[in-house]
């Protein structure tokens, strides 16, 4: 317990946070970036592939490194709801990055033996709209939580230590 | 299996489907102001250099990791430490009370063997008095003798209430002084008491104000202490004078049995 578990338990977050903001999305976007169903290839054609890539990998670094700050603070502190908070803002940014890179709007080609039927494309604008909106909710939270642990900063540390005479040092 | 019953994932899709139309005109215009700084904020990431995001990774990795292990978050708060101290404060206070406790005790002792003390050598000048001055004109020898060897008793005992009168006043001096720090330390307390009652929130609150409540009553047992090392003082001071009487008193007794045929 104390010191050690906590950055233990930062680096168990940032594992988590590198599988689903980095590792998942790669493996996703190159798995459709070209896919066969019923013997017919659907190229994703996306020009921009790598510039999905790119801003997968650069919010997801953002995101994963500030997920270790956060998991790894003392519970209710104020670098926890600083840290908190950005990350919640870094996490809105990399979902509009989808959109700003493209991924939103992505065009499927249809191929059937070198012959080019058509295309379809999905736009998913609509739905992180929808997104964004939840996150905004969050950031209310964030932000209110943020401000609670620097108003009730006493009263946290002194819950903290339980408080029998004097508190208990565990350090 | 799931896929097999196209009918339950259409169910799902429908549940799903409604709670987003519901929601829809609710949160899409947070979205849309979401968006709209977000699209501001994005121009100022660089657009193709993933090195400027790698060097911010390790900055704020190291820098979670020098905070947090640095400041984990369990040192004892400075008015947890307040509290500790005057906990210890109050605990040597109950110890100078138990001592000027003692000593208050021991010195009523005192001055009840001296009033014993008194008592009886009050007598025995009483006695001695009597007999000299019922003395026949001319006293024999023998008698004069006793009686002078009683009235030399007479001015030891005196001379030993007197020093155990001084005895007395220098302890009660003593006493008065001690109580005097006791009730320094219990105002210091009562100062400290409020300070952290002050500073601290809630839980902490109650034991500041059991602090308080505990210098109040240690100032009060101060002042009594105090009022008691005075009354012994005085009743000391008393006693000496009475044995300076005594002792006069003895001096002449021993005088006249020296001449017994004065007068």
């Known amino acids: 317990m104390g010191r050690s578990f906590n950055i233990v338990k930062g680096l168990i977050y940032l594992s988590i946070?590198?599988?689903?903001?980095?590792?998942?999305?790669?493996?996703?976007?190159?798995?459709?970036?070209?896919?066969?169903?019923?013997?017919?290839?659907?190229?994703l054609e996306q020009p921009d592939y790598e510039r999905i890539i790119y801003w997968v990998s650069a919010f997801g670094l953002l995101i994963s490194s500030c997920a270790f700050f956060n998991y790894s603070s003392p519970k209710q502190s104020?670098?926890?709801?600083?840290?908190?908070?950005?990350?919640i803002i870094l996490n809105c940014l990399y979902i509009w990055s989808y959109k700003f890179s493209g991924a939103t709007e992505v065009r499927f080609e249809i191929v059937i033996e070198l012959a080019n039927l058509g295309f379809i494309a999905v736009n998913v604008q609509n739905m992180v709209m929808l997104y964004m909106g939840i996150y905004f909710l969050t950031i209310v939270l964030k932000g209110y939580d943020f401000f609670d642990f620097i108003i009730n900063r006493k009263t946290i540390r002194e819950k903290r230590y339980k408080t029998q005479l004097g508190g208990i040092d565990k350090a | 299996m799931i896929f097999q019953t196209p009918e339950l994932v259409q169910t799902i899709a429908d549940i799903v489907a409604a709670i987003l139309n519901f929601l829809f005109p609710i949160v899409s215009p947070m979205g849309v102001w979401m968006v709209s700084w977000m699209d501001y904020v994005l121009q100022f990431f660089p657009q193709n250099n993933l090195t400027f995001y790698i060097t911010i990774f390790v900055i704020i990795m190291t820098t979670g990791a020098i905070v947090n292990i640095a400041w984990a978050g369990f040192k004892k708060p400075s008015f947890l430490d307040k509290a500790k101290k005057l906990k210890e404060k109050v605990e040597k206070a109950e110890e100078l009370e138990e001592k000027v406790?003692?000593?208050?005790?021991?010195?009523?002792?005192?001055?009840?063997k001296a009033e014993e003390l008194e008592e009886k050598v009050d007598k025995k000048a009483k006695k001695l008095k009597e007999k000299v001055e019922k003395k026949p004109k001319k006293l024999k020898e023998k008698k004069a003798k006793k009686l002078k060897e009683d009235a030399e008793e007479l001015k030891e005992d005196a001379e030993e209430f007197k020093e155990k009168a001084e005895e007395l006043k220098e302890d009660a001096k003593e006493l008065k002084e001690d109580a005097e720090e006791f009730e320094e330390k219990a105002e210091e307390l009562k100062e400290d008491a409020k300070e952290l009652?002050?500073?601290?929130?809630?839980?902490?609150?109650?034991?500041?104000?059991?602090?308080?409540?505990?210098?109040?009553?240690?100032?009060?047992?101060?002042?009594?202490?105090?009022?008691?090392?005075?009354?012994?003082?005085?009743?000391?001071?008393?006693?000496?004078?009475?044995?300076?009487?005594?002792?006069?008193?003895?001096?002449?007794?021993?005088?006249?049995?020296?001449?017994?045929n004065t007068d």
């Open chain 1, 78 to 87: 104020i670098r926890k709801g600083t840290i908190s908070l950005i990350q």
């Open chain 1, 17 to 43: 946070y590198i599988t689903t903001t980095m590792v998942i999305p790669y493996f996703t976007f190159t798995f459709i970036k070209e896919m066969q169903i019923l013997g017919v290839d659907i190229i």
């Open chain 2, 197 to 260: 009652k002050e500073d601290a929130k809630e839980l902490e609150v109650e034991k500041a104000k059991e602090f308080e409540e505990k210098a109040k009553e240690f100032e009060e047992k101060a002042e009594e202490l105090k009022e008691g090392a005075k009354e012994f003082e005085e009743k000391a001071e008393e006693f000496e004078e009475k044995a300076e009487e005594l002792k006069e008193e003895a001096e002449e007794l021993e005088e006249k049995s020296d001449n017994p």
């Open chain 2, 101 to 112: 406790d003692k000593k208050a005790k021991k010195l009523k002792e005192k001055v009840e």
